[in-house]
């Protein structure tokens, strides 16, 4: 546990821990993707992160209404896995000149999140329905989808011209 968050001692309280997680790694990320379409050389690279990065604001605005559908306070607790990942990105971005080089490390930490948040809304959907609310699988679920997606784009655009041209 946390400093600033309550115990879990339930599966209703792990639920909620999950949502506060995912929703302060969902804040991270809309901080995170302005820097990497900053530094995106590749066209279609850049475009990606634009398009992930509305995205995201959409997916928060999805949690603000499960946060309300469930009666609770939309606000995030600090999520360890996500600021590794952030963190690791910055550092690699840091280090790297070369900017085809770059751009496949950004497309990579970009997929690192993607992979991140595909099982954390994945566990969140089978808790809610394991708790019965299923008043909030749909709207994890259609996130859940997009993240999946998102992934699938990465990595044919990854295939198909960033690593080659890294490379």
Not at 69 to 86: E, Q
Not at 91 to 108: H, R
Not at 126 to 148: I, M, R, Y
């Amino acid at each position: 546990m946390g400093l600033f968050s309550k115990p879990i001692k339930t599966m209703e309280d792990l639920f909620h821990h999950m949502l506060q997680d995912i929703y302060y790694a969902e804040q991270q990320i809309t901080k995170a993707l302005p820097k990497m379409i900053a530094k995106a050389t590749d066209p279609q690279l850049k475009q990606g992160f634009e398009t992930h990065l509305r995205e995201t604001e959409g997916q928060i605005k999805r949690l603000d209404q499960v946060f309300q559908t469930l009666g609770l306070p939309a606000k995030g607790v600090r999520c360890a896995a996500m600021d590794g990942i952030v963190a690791e990105a910055e550092e690699i971005i840091g280090d790297t000149d070369d900017k085809q080089v770059l751009d496949a490390a950004m497309l990579a930490a970009a997929q690192a999140v993607e992979h991140y948040e595909i099982t954390r809304y994945g566990t969140l959907i089978a808790f809610a329905q394991q708790l019965g609310h299923s008043d909030v699988v749909a709207p994890l679920q259609q996130t859940l989808e997009e993240e999946k997606a998102t992934d699938k784009a990465l990595t044919a655009l990854a295939q198909s011209n960033v690593n080659r041209k890294a490379a």
